[in-house]
């Protein structure tokens, strides 16, 4: 059975919603039965439904995209909003929380059929497990072809996909920030996040929930990956070799009681934010759907995999990125059909300049979003 909430409960705009898709068999094999999907919308679908804009989040992202009818911000203010390039006042925007999250979509701390959370028995999905699971709620919505599916680092992977696997239901995409597959290093820094929490004492193979939860695992996986998404430019600009105020890092009778540099000391903090609105489960479920990138995985070659896509794309990349090289925006570009160029990102600051400073792009997306 599929339940969904009606547009038309409640306040329109940025509020998340729930919608039931049913049962769903997962391209490794296992099944989730009765999926549910958190979302939210901007806008009104138009009366033939060819308005649709759908934005993808990346690894730790919520729906919450812009504001709405709450004050709270959304994660993308400058691309998407009233008079913004995704024009919620033109455009009918959704944002759907991935499979496997833990902002409202089925995922590890959800209850199974038993009633208790997945945890340890949660399956492993895909990118294309989410692509499957967001294109029945696109049915529910009345949405039989996006006028556009963007997103950035992970949600660039999840547009790309999108393009590959119903071409027929994209007509412009934008991949930003990604390449077409995660790299061996992409999958090696990873690996390392994940094992993070897997090693924490209160991990318990994943059946943590009720009792004491793996915070030191996931906040030690966080600055590892926040390591990477931000630059050694920032890093030596903003913090050089400083210490934290009021701490000495060389004035210590032995290692316990060493104080912190200032980088230490925003690496501890990032990690202990994250640790405040994420599960650990869901950290490894959505970094393996992403380890799991690959859009030629049983499609053939790249070109022959792209050719797939009818949809007109615009590919972007972080000048100083270093978790996702421009190198592979590049190679994703020219192997598209057609001739696509790569728009760049000027930022010190590295991966997140694709959250930071989309405003650089403000005019070429606007000129992709083109009627």
Request: glycine share 12%.
């Amino acid at each position: 059975m599929t339940v969904t909430v009606p547009r038309t409960a409640g306040p329109r705009h940025g509020v998340v919603r729930y919608a039931g898709i049913g049962g769903l068999e997962l391209e490794a094999g296992g099944f989730l039965p009765d999926v549910i999907l958190a979302y939210e919308t901007w806008g009104t679908l138009n009366a033939d439904g060819s308005n649709a804009v759908l934005i993808e989040h990346a690894l730790t992202g919520s729906t919450h995209v812009t504001r709405g009818d709450t004050d709270e911000d959304g994660w993308w203010e400058e691309l998407a909003g009233p008079g913004a390039p995704v024009d919620t006042d033109k455009f009918f925007v959704v944002a759907i929380n991935i499979l496997g999250g833990c902002y409202g979509s089925t995922g590890p701390s959800s209850p199974a059929p038993d009633g208790k959370p997945w945890g340890s028995r949660f399956p492993l999905v895909t990118l294309r497990d989410s692509t499957v699971a967001e294109a029945r709620l696109a049915d529910q919505l009345g949405i039989r072809s996006w006028f556009a599916v963007l997103g950035g680092s992970m949600g660039g992977a999840r547009a790309l996909e999108w393009a590959v696997t119903y071409p027929e239901r994209v007509q412009r995409c934008a991949v930003i920030a990604v390449g077409a597959a995660s790299t061996a290093e992409q999958i090696a820094f990873a690996q390392a996040q994940t094992l993070a929490i897997r090693q924490d004492a209160n991990y318990n193979d994943g059946d943590y929930y009720g009792g004491a939860s793996p915070e030191d695992g996931l906040a030690l996986a966080r600055r590892i990956a926040h390591i990477t998404y931000r630059s050694a430019r920032e890093f030596d600009g903003r913090f050089g070799r400083s210490p934290q105020s009021g701490e000495a890092p060389l004035q210590a009778e032995t290692l316990s009681g060493r104080g912190r540099y200032q980088v230490e000391s925003y690496l501890d903090h990032q990690g202990s934010k994250l640790v405040r609105r994420f599960d650990a489960n869901s950290y490894i479920a959505l970094t393996e759907a992403l380890m799991s990138h690959d859009v030629t995985r049983g499609r053939g070659s790249l070109a022959e995999s792209l050719s797939r896509a009818t949809a007109k794309f615009f590919v972007a990349a972080v000048d100083t990125d270093r978790l996702y090289f421009p190198e592979q925006s590049h190679e994703l570009a020219a192997a598209l059909p057609g001739e696509v160029d790569v728009h760049i990102i000027s930022a010190p600051i590295g991966h997140d300049g694709f959250l930071t400073e989309i405003g650089q792009l403000g005019a070429q997306l606007r000129d992709h979003l083109e009627d």
